[in-house]
T-cell receptor, first 118, second 114 residues
Framework: DQQVKQNSPSLSVQEGRISILNCDYT??????FLWYKKYPAEGPTFLIS?????DKNEDGRFTVFLNKSAKHLSLHIVPSQPGDSAVYFC?????????????????FGQGTILTVHP | DTEVTQTPKHLVMGMTNKKSLKCEQH?????MYWYKQKAKKPPELMFV???????INESVPSRFSPECPNSSLLNLHLHALQPEDSALYLC?????????????FGSGTQLSVL
């Protein structure tokens, strides 16, 4: 059961244009959402996050939008740059209890390969 | 220093070998994690350590044995692995658990089991 889905395996965009990466989730207990960026042979790098009490968070060229009723979030990159070419993972977090300990568990989507052409 | 350092970067081992993966962070984080990532799949949580104690084991086979010697170090001991265990093993840390804070990931160890 895939609780976080990124339905577009890849996205190709021209430099300077907007990149829009989408993510859907099914678990209504998720209350914190993050986007990670991953280059080949490197670990994921945190990009931007949003709490479920907000519907938008902006950081420079990156903006994340959250639509809770649709269980959908998106990452907008404007303007896109060739250096943005990477795999982008959407991740969602919920608090879980196990053995008397509560912890936040991240569930990742499948990832979207973004290619920005010069 | 916002780095999580993993060694080795690549590892090839036979099914009868014993090896260890190492992870180190000096950010003062008290939560550390092991994730496994197969090709073209998302990272999957294996273990969570909180204040040097194992908090979560996501039903990982006993041929994987984690160890947290101190607050900066995390090891993953490997023994009698199977070829299907070949994957990228990622270490991560965060300030504390429980939290919805961001995780800092290392570059990973690419493991091949022959």
């Amino acid at each position: 059961d895939q609780q976080v889905k990124q339905n577009s395996p890849s996205l190709s965009v021209q430099e300077g244009r907007i990149s829009i990466l989408n993510c859907d989730y099914t678990n209504s207990m998720f209350d914190y959402f993050l986007w990670y960026k991953k280059y080949p042979a490197e670990g994921p790098t945190f990009l931007i996050s949003i709490s479920s009490i907000k519907d938008k968070n902006e950081d420079g060229r990156f903006t994340v939008f959250l639509n809770k009723s649709a269980k959908h979030l998106s990452l907008h990159i404007v303007p896109s740059q060739p250096g943005d070419s990477a795999v982008y993972f959407c991740a969602a977090s919920a608090l879980y209890n196990a053995g008397g300990t509560s912890y936040g568990k991240l569930t990742f989507g499948q990832g979207t390969i973004l290619t920005v052409h010069p | 220093d916002t780095e999580v350092t993993q060694t080795p970067k690549h590892l090839v081992m036979g099914m009868t070998n014993k090896k260890s993966l190492k992870c180190e962070q000096h950010m003062g984080h008290r939560a550390m994690y092991w994730y496994k990532q197969k090709a073209k799949k998302p990272p999957e949580l294996m273990f969570v350590y909180s204040y040097e104690k194992l908090s979560i084991n996501e039903s990982v086979p006993s041929r994987f044995s984690p160890e947290c010697p101190n607050s900066s170090l995390l090891n993953l001991h490997l023994h009698a692995l199977q070829p299907e265990d070949s994957a990228l093993y990622l270490c991560a840390s965060s300030r504390v658990v429980p939290t919805n804070e961001k995780l800092f990931f290392g570059s990973g160890t690419q493991l091949s089991v022959l």
